[in-house]
């Protein structure tokens, strides 16, 4: 029995819900079968890609247990990664617990790939986790003058990256919406601290991968959006656009670890089917 059910993690409850939604998103597609939507009005982080998919799908703690075993890391045991209820400006929402080990290990490409490639994840999510690593080592390559395989992953390739990206990839695949649509991505001026310095916002390896993605500006000041989310969206094959024509069965509001002052603060996810034209 799934301990997320699909009426938890709701910012309110507005009375009876509509039939008839927004056109599809951007033209892109009409909406038949389910459609899974994030809209990221403070931006969007590995976490929570993570936290809104485990909720999405509905998933229990034993199933995120499973998931963090069957990536066959000695050092990730039952519990490493869980969900728990936040609250901001007291509105309830959720966020994600990642407790592991401290490392200091920098991982390449390929001692990723086999990371992925000796675990137990389903064939279509270790598909989809490489892909969304390749991504982030090209455009680490971009930025750094190297090969793809010569970089070296520092934040990203750490433990809880590693985490992010696989049990993400993980849940879509169990999920399986038929249409995901994301908001444009909100960016702000400022800077970040990260192992190559202090960095201006959004960072080099954000900015490449934001090419052909629809962005807006945001009221706050530094990092929005993060490489590991921009990467996931990617692999995961997210439009961008207006809410899709869609049932709301199931909404959360998700908290990332940042609270920005005076600006909205969450991203919302619902899933459901959509609704046709007509």
């Known amino acids: 029995m799934p301990i997320y059910g699909h009426d938890h993690g709701h910012m309110h409850d507005h009375g009876p819900e509509h039939e008839h939604g927004p056109e599809h998103a951007g033209g892109v597609f009409p909406a038949a079968g389910s459609c899974l939507t994030v809209r990221?009005?403070?931006g969007l982080?590995?976490?929570m890609m993570l936290t809104g998919l485990a909720l999405m799908a509905g998933v229990s703690q034993e199933d995120l247990d499973a998931l963090v075993t069957g990536l066959r890391l000695d050092v990730l045991a039952a519990g490493a990664v869980s969900?728990?209820?936040r609250s901001v400006n007291q509105v309830a929402g959720w966020g994600c617990r990642v407790s592991i080990p401290p490392e200091h290990v920098h991982r390449n490409m390929r001692s990723i790939s086999g990371i992925i490639e000796k675990s137990a994840m389903d064939a279509r999510a270790a598909a989809l986790a490489l892909k969304a690593f390749s991504l982030l080592a090209g455009a680490e390559g971009v930025v750094h003058g190297l090969s793809p395989q010569d970089v070296v992953f520092h934040e990203v390739g750490a433990l809880d990256s590693i985490l992010d990206i696989c049990l993400a990839c993980s849940l879509f695949v169990r999920l399986?919406?038929?249409h995901f649509v994301c908001s444009p991505l909100p960016l702000a001026d400022g800077g970040v601290l990260c192992a190559h310095g202090w960095l201006p916002t959004p960072a080099p390896a954000v900015?490449?991968?934001?090419r052909d993605i629809p962005v807006c500006g945001f009221a706050g000041r530094g990092e929005t959006v993060t490489p590991t989310a921009v990467a996931l969206l990617k692999a995961l094959g997210a439009v961008f656009g207006p809410w899709p024509s869609m049932r709301i069965e199931r909404r959360a509001?998700?908290?990332g670890s940042r609270v920005f002052a005076d600006a909205p603060n969450g991203a919302i996810w619902a899933f459901g089917p959509g609704?046709?034209?007509g």
Request: glycine share 10%; charged share 25%; hydrophobic share 50%.
């Open 40 to 42: 990221a009005g403070s």
């Open 45 to 47: 982080s590995g976490d």
């Open 83 to 85: 969900l728990e209820r």
């Open 176 to 178: 399986a919406p038929a």
């Open 207 to 210: 900015l490449e991968l934001l």
């Open 253 to 255: 509001l998700v908290y």
């Open 275 to 277: 609704l046709l034209k």
